[in-house]
T-cell receptor, first 117, second 108 residues
């Protein structure tokens, strides 16, 4: 099992460009999360989905950020237009049991390191 | 509002010394707390959850509701414990927050 798959692993782009990050969750996991990791703010939850439906997007920083999950095996996080302050590592995670403290374990992808020049 | 606070960004200890990574939370109800760890070149992964009252790799964490803390402890640190540690809070069964993380460096 390859676990959660993210692509690309590294992305360098110029300010103003559109960026699309991709995630494939573990098969059978009904919950998918997008996180952003920075030195200053640590790990922030941006949005999460349950059965492909966005449940909580209160962590999405601005309208420039959008996320979709067209099916159970694929999700995207898009930034348009990108800005230098968006530079961070973006993680995707999935779990079959969110909210159950006895079994909830989030499985993380390797992350995408985004640099916006 | 900052719901999970990890006051130390970096903690350095010598091998064999005790280590305590601090975590404080803000929640008046019954919290569920976790510690996640990210070793170098590895994925972020669950280390332990308070509800299980388990010891993993020699680490333990006790929930102290009076002090609203969930500090991670190990009596004798090993070099392989060097990693980034995140405390996390789950409440209302659907709200999940990570702290800002503490980098543990265990020196030989």
């Amino acid at each position: 099992d390859a676990g959660v798959i993210q692509s690309p692993r590294h992305e360098v782009t110029e300010m103003g460009q559109e960026v699309t990050l991709r995630c494939k969750p573990i098969s059978g996991h009904d919950y998918l999360f997008w996180y952003r990791q920075t030195m200053m703010r640590g790990l922030e939850l941006l949005i999460y989905f349950n059965n492909n439906v966005p449940i909580d997007d209160s962590g999405m920083p601005e309208d420039r950020f959008s996320a979709k999950m067209p099916n159970a095996s694929f999700s995207t996080l898009k930034i348009q237009p990108s800005e230098p302050r968006d530079s961070a590592v973006y993680f995707c995670a999935s779990t079959p049991n969110f909210g159950n403290p006895g079994t909830d374990t989030q499985y993380f992808g390797p992350g995408t390191r985004l640099t916006v020049l | 509002a900052q719901r999970v606070t990890q006051p130390e960004k970096l903690l350095s200890v010598f091998k064999g010394a005790p280590v305590e990574l601090k975590c404080n939370y803000s929640y008046s109800g019954s919290p569920e707390l976790f510690w996640y760890v990210q070793y170098s070149r590895q994925r972020l992964q669950l280390l332990l959850r308070h509800i299980s009252r388990e010891s993993i790799k020699g680490f333990t964490a006790d929930l102290n509701k009076g002090e609203t803390s969930f500090h991670l402890k190990k009596p004798f640190a090993q070099e392989e414990d060097s990693a980034m540690y995140y405390c996390a809070l789950l409440y209302n069964f659907n709200k999940f927050y990570f702290g800002s993380g503490t980098k543990l460096n265990v020196k030989p």
